[in-house]
């Protein structure tokens, strides 16, 4: 209204009839940092820039490869090499396979193998909203040779210092609240373990993300000597902002590339001549792949329908590309955590811990894990550092059978549901405070944020994440002088809000006590 009127008439002075309101934040909105298939989009650079996808069409709208103009054909996005060895015996570690009496090795060609792309295709296949893409640059050139059977893959085009860089520019996003390096494990162990201290630092200056990681060696694990994995992965994260970190355990069998997106292409870079002997053995001689074979370079068909009629004349090849696509859909559990996380948040809430769900997507482990080998992982008295075991039950497929953060000695901060909500609380009371950071120190601005607090907390119980039978039993919220602030604090422009929360625990735990009773006559 105009002040002081002094020309007869109506004036109408609007009033605010509600108090300002806190608004629960954003909580599963992971940034994916890795390897794209481009880095530019429209001329514009998109590298090292953190940009907030939708979908996966968005992504493949900035960062996928274009359409070629003639054909109107979408190229592949991502094809790993795996090479087709024969040997002579049975390798010392890693697996081989009897194919037409001979043994063969079928192994990936290191330069070639990155996961963000498929993890991508699987976070938004569970339950993915929203996601930031940091792209770190594009795919390397191969090597042309396979890695050793049994060896971890590492790969030389993936760089430490490109992940770092990465993580850095997510330090202008608070928005970002779960990190995730699909490609981390393929960098060397010790370069694993200095990112994976570097994200942890960054988690607990923050405090706004908590960070998904992934254990080397979960890929192929020894089906004895896999708690040595566990351990270098113990010895690797340090000891610094522990509750921020959560590790899962071992790596998913998926079904995210179809048999038809397997083709001779990606073995050994495509060299027909190599399958010719296979396919086509003297011992038993088949004209049909033979034919086929002989007419690839001539054929305008395309690369899959080409293998779908090798896949009708030979059983051999057919064979071959099951266990290629095994290989290429075995993928590290972050990015399909990350779904779930978001899934769980958006139909659950935050509080209700991403546990005892099925991924969508997932047939089978690289290692079935039982409750006894569990217990190692889930409570470790030495370190404390919890891992997640991802495990197969009969009859229900694979659930995700662990709730815990790496600091699984702490009773505060042992469970990524409490560490997660909490972090909502903060955030979310934080931005609503920003309105008064100019307001005077006085009791009518107390008052009025703790009627903000108190009916967003309230809200919050309401929904399940607080515990306790009335509001007052699950949180509550302190501001004012002689309470929570001292009269040098309000000189010093300093306003205090304690808050004490009462958050819901997973019963992890449940014990069943039964005993007999005597036949009452």
Not at 98 to 118: C, F, K, Q, S
Not at 125 to 145: D, K, L
Not at 233 to 256: D, E, I
Not at 275 to 298: C, D, G, H, R
Request: net charge negative; aromatic share 10%; glycine share 8%.
């Amino acid at each position: 209204m105009k002040k002081n009127p002094k020309t007869p008439g109506v004036y109408i002075n609007e009033q605010n009839a509600f108090p300002n309101s806190a608004v629960q934040v954003a909580t599963a909105v992971p940034a994916f940092i890795g390897y794209t298939p481009q880095r530019t989009h429209e001329g514009k650079s998109y590298l090292f820039k953190p940009t907030r996808i939708t979908s996966m069409a968005e992504f493949l709208a900035i960062y996928g490869y274009p359409a070629d103009p003639e054909t109107h054909k979408t190229p592949a996005q991502y094809s790993p090499a795996y090479f087709l060895t024969k040997v002579e015996e049975q390798p010392s570690k890693g697996k081989s396979y009897p194919i037409n009496g001979d043994m063969y090795t079928i192994e990936p060609d290191p330069n070639t193998i990155y996961y963000l792309y498929h993890s991508l295709l699987m976070f938004f296949e569970n339950g993915g909203s929203q996601a930031y893409i940091v792209s770190i640059g594009g795919y390397g050139p191969p090597s042309g040779s396979p890695i050793q059977p049994g060896d971890q893959i590492v790969n030389p085009n993936v760089l430490l210092g490109d992940m770092k860089k990465g993580l850095e520019v997510l330090e202008a996003i608070e928005e970002v609240t779960i990190y995730i390096y699909p490609e981390a494990t393929l960098l060397s162990s010790a370069e694993n373990g200095t990112l994976m201290e570097s994200t942890l630092l960054q988690c607990g200056k923050m405090e706004t993300a908590v960070a998904i990681f992934d254990v080397i060696g979960g890929r192929e694990p020894d089906p004895i000597l896999w708690p040595a994995d566990i351990q270098q992965f113990r010895n690797n994260t340090g000891n610094n902002s522990l509750k921020f970190g959560v590790a899962y355990y071992p790596y998913l069998k998926t079904t995210v590339v179809p048999i038809n997106e397997v083709t001779y292409e990606i073995i050994n870079g495509g060299d027909i001549s190599v399958l010719v002997p296979i396919l086509n053995p003297a011992s038993a001689p088949n004209p049909k792949a033979e034919k086929i074979l002989n007419s690839i370079n001539e054929s305008t068909l395309t690369p899959a329908q080409i293998s779908a009629a090798l896949s009708v004349a030979s059983k051999t090849y057919k064979h071959i590309l099951a266990i290629i696509q095994e290989k290429i859909n075995t993928l590290p559990p972050s990015g399909v955590m990350a779904g779930v996380y978001s899934q769980v948040d958006s139909t659950q809430g935050v509080w209700v811990a991403p546990a005892n769900v099925s991924p969508v997507g997932v047939t089978d482990l690289t290692l079935r894990i039982d409750s006894e080998e569990q217990e190692n992982l889930n409570v470790d008295a030495i370190s404390g550092k919890s891992i997640n075991a991802i495990r197969f039950f009969s009859g229900q497929g694979v659930l995700v059978w662990g709730a815990r953060t790496l600091d699984g000695n702490s009773q505060d901060w042992r469970y990524i549901n409490i560490r997660r909500t909490v972090t909502m609380i903060e955030q979310s009371a934080k931005l609503a405070l920003r309105d008064y950071v100019f307001s005077p120190n006085t009791a009518n601005t107390w008052a009025a944020i703790k009627s903000m607090l108190e009916n967003f907390l309230t809200n919050i119980w309401s929904e399940g994440g607080l515990q306790g039978a009335v509001p007052k039993d699950a949180f509550s919220v302190s501001i004012g002088l002689g309470s929570t602030m001292t009269a040098e604090d309000i000189l010093n422009g300093y306003l205090r809000v304690s808050l004490a929360l009462a958050v819901s625990h997973p019963a992890e735990f449940i014990v069943v006590t039964v005993e007999q009773e005597l036949a009452k006559s």
